[in-house]
Nanobody
Framework: QVQLVESGGGLVQAGDSLRLSCAAS????????MGWYRQTPGKEREFVASISWNGDSTRYVDSVKGRFTISRDNAKNMVALQMNSLKPDDTAIYYC???????????WGQGTQVTVSS
């Protein structure tokens, strides 16, 4: 079992930055692929970014490339999402996601709200 707790959401203006953090517990963090998803009312949850278990590989949805950066600190069991040049379209609930290597299991955090005003 993996527990994920997000923090760092809030209300900002367009062009501002936010840094989301996700603290993981319950399983060896270094064995987890980590990611961030987001969801707005009436829409399906959308992939935002991911980072491999060892940090060697990252992926981003096209709409955030060049603005968002995902990183992880295996010593602190944390993954972060640095969000720069925020746009109103980035407004959503952001969820931390974990999936163990060689497993189909998935774990989700409770979500943190990000609101970007124009």
């Amino acid at each position: 079992q993996v527990q994920l707790v997000e923090s760092g959401g809030g209300l900002v203006q367009a062009g501002d930055s936010l840094r989301l953090s996700c603290a993981a517990s319950g399983r060896a963090f270094g064995s987890l692929h980590m990611g961030w998803y987001r969801q707005t009312p009436g829409k399906e949850r959308e992939f935002v970014a991911s980072i491999s278990w060892n940090g060697d590989s990252t992926r981003y949805v096209d709409s955030v490339k060049g603005r968002f950066t995902i990183s992880r600190d295996n010593a602190k069991n944390m993954v972060a999402l640095q969000m720069n040049s925020l746009k109103p379209d980035d407004t959503a609930i952001y969820y931390c996601h974990a999936s163990p290597r060689f497993s189909a299991l998935e774990y989700w955090g409770q979500g943190t709200q990000v609101t970007v005003s124009s």
